[in-house]
């Protein structure tokens, strides 16, 4: 494979992966998460995080000079093990949404609008 080929994959993952973030409710600067934390944006069981573990889906950290291990596990992994288990493609969101727009009244769409002028001035460049 390319490198230009490797980039557009990776960077298509990356997109993939960023399609989810919406998701966790731990904002951007929390890089580590506890497993009680990931079990509950999953909406699983700690020994459902553990088994993820196991199999090397989440990243997970733990100091191994206490008795006892305090895991941490990085938000990237939970982001892209959503994406992995996700049914459908984050892609045809946006087409849904064009769908359901052409419905709108106009007094409909001009809200829509304003809100969404508002909602993208917020947002960082």
Known sequence: MSMTARTMVQRSEEERQAAFDFLMPFSERRR???????AGVLHRSIDYVEAMIEEGKLEAFAPSDREKQRKTITRRSVLL???????GDPAHFEERLRKAIDGCTRAQLDGLLSHITRRRAAMPL
């Open 81 to 87: 093990l959503l994406a992995e288990q996700a049914l």
């Open 32 to 38: 580590l998460l506890t497993p009680r934390e990931v």
